[in-house]
C-alpha cells in the first residue's frame, strides 16, 4: 500500500491550487486524484466551447437535481467537471471575485480570518491582468499563476450598447469589474457595468489545471492518478488515515501520514463524506452505511445562483450573424486558428456586473448581457439562432433558501440527491420579483430600445409582480454555482468545517473547495474558490509545520 503525506481528492480549480502549493517545497509526497480524464479536448481550449462540453459526458458529470417546488418542480440539470481542471475546464471562464461584504460574513459566521481585508491580499497575488492601458497599450498587471484577460477589444459591437443601456439607468461603468472604486465613492467593487474579465490566456481557456497543476508536474513528489473514483475514506478512531478508490475496475487503497484533503466539489465531496460514514447519523443508517461520526450539517446549506434570461430580436447585427449560419462558422473557425482571435477567442458571456434592486442597501443582483440569442437542444448541444438576437439576464445575488445534498444509495457510483429549495424564503422570493423588475427597466432603456426589433415572448414588460414571480418560477434555472454543502463555521451545531478548513471532531481530514463557503458570494464562483484553496493550503503546511516541530 502507497503512502503519501497529503492525498488530495479532484483535480478541479481547488485540488490543483492545492496540489501546486502542498508539492512546492519538494519535502511532501502528494497525491491528487482526479475522477475524470485528460483535459487536451479542443472544446476545452477555445474558449466558446464550454457550450459543447456542457453535456459531454467525457468530461462532465451531468448530475440533475431533484424536482424543485420554488422552480414549478422542474428539475434542474447541474453540470460539474469530471477532468482535469475540474468545473474550470468547462466553466465560462468569467472571473469575478464577489463584493466585500461576502466574506465579511464569512467571517461572522464563524469563518475567523476570512474577511474581505484578508481574502484581497490574496487575491492580489494569484491575479495577472493582461489589459489594455488607457493609451491602448496591452500590459500585465501582477504576476500571479492566474491569467485574467480583459477581452474588451475583441468583444462584438453590439455589447456597447449594454454599457450605453447602464449608463441610462444611471450604472458606472468601468473597464474591470474586480477593481476598487475610487476613494470617497459610496460604490463597492463591481457596482455597475463592464466588459467580463475571462480566464483566457493566448486565446486558449486558462483553467486552474494550466495555473496551478501544469508547472507543478515535473516535481517528482506530485503523483496525478486519473479515471480513479474515491469510494470511501478510510479511518481508524476519529482520524483519517488513507482512501479507498477505483480505477479500472480495480479498488486500491492508499494511506495518508499526515493529511486526506476533500476537493471534489459542492456535490461530490458531502456524497464522499457520507459514503464514509461521516454526516448526518439518521440518514447514513438509513443507507445501511456504519456511522463513522454523526455529523448533521454535512450535505446541508446548499446554496446556488439562479437566473433569469429574456431574449430579444435585434434590428443590429450580433453575434448570430457570424456564428448563426455555416458560412459565418467556417469564416470564424479559420480566423481563430489562423489567429487565435474573433468570436471563438471571447466566451460568450461579455458584459456583466452588479445592481442594486429598489430599495437594497448593498448591489444584491447580477446582471448579464450577451450579444446572442440561442437555444439548447434536447441533447444538450447549443443551437444559436440565426437572426440578430440579444440576451438580458438577472442573478439574484445572495439568496436566503439553503438545499442539500443527500445519498441515493450506498454505491459510490449512483449520483448523491440534489434538493435545491429553491426560493424557499419569502426574502427570497421578494427579491425574485425586484429583480425582475430591474430586467424590466433595463430592457426599457433607451439603449436597449433603440436596437430591439421585438421582445420575444413571453413578454416579461407586460407582467405585473405577481406573474413576475411565476415567470421567475418558471423559467430561472441555475447557473451551476453550487457552495455551502460543509461549509465553515462556528461548531458542528452550525457548519462542518472550522476556520481552517478541518472537519469538526475529526483529525487528518480538511474539505477545501465551494462547498466550504459559509455563504454564496455573490457572483462567478471559480475565482473565490480558488482564493480559498491558496489560502487554505497555507494553513495545511503552517499546521503541519507546528506539528513536526512539536514531534521534534
Known sequence: MQTFDFIIVGAGSAGCVLADKLSQCGRHQVLLLEAGGSDRRAWIKIPVGYGFTFSDPAVNWRFSAEPDPGLQNRRGYWPRGKVIGGSSSINAMAYVRGLPHDFDDWEEAGAHGWGWDAVQQIFDALESNDETDPEGNRRLRGDGPI?????QDRMHPFSQNFLAAARDMGWPTSTDMNALPGEG???????????????????????????????????????????????????QGTRATGLRYCKAGKVHEVTAAREVILSAGAVSSPHILHLSGIGPAEMLKTHGIEVTHNLPEVGRGLQDHLALSHFFWSKSETLNATLGNRWGQFKAGLRYVLTRRGPLSVPVNQCSGFARTRGALLPDVQIYCNPASYATLPNGKPQIDRDNGFLLCVQPSRPTSRGEITLRSANPNDAPVI?????????????????????????????????????????????????????????????????CTCRMGKDAGDSVLDARLRVHGLTGLRVIDASAFPNITSGNTNAPTMMLAARAADLVLEDNSNLAQAAE
Open 185 to 235: 465613492s459610496n460604490q463597492v467593487p463591481g457596482e455597475g457595468l463592464s466588459y467580463v474579465r475571462s480566464t483566457v490566456r493566448n486565446g486558449f481557456r486558462w483553467s486552474a489545471a494550466d495555473a496551478f497543476l501544469r508547472p507543478a508536474l515535473s516535481r517528482p513528489n506530485l503523483t496525478v492518478i486519473r479515471q480513479a473514483q474515491v469510494e470511501k475514506i478510510v479511518m
Open 419 to 483: 434538493q435545491p429549495n429553491s426560493l424557499a424564503t419569502e426574502e427570497d422570493r421578494q427579491t425574485a420579483i425586484r429583480a425582475s423588475h430591474l430586467l424590466q427597466d433595463l430592457a426599457q432603456a433607451p439603449s436597449i430600445q433603440a436596437v430591439t426589433r421585438a421582445r420575444r415572448d413571453p413578454d416579461i414588460l407586460t407582467m405585473d409582480d405577481e406573474a413576475l414571480l411565476e415567470n421567475f418560477r418558471a423559467r430561472a434555472g441555475t447557473v451551476f454555482h453550487p457552495t
Open 147 to 151: 491569467r485574467v484577460a480583459d477581452l
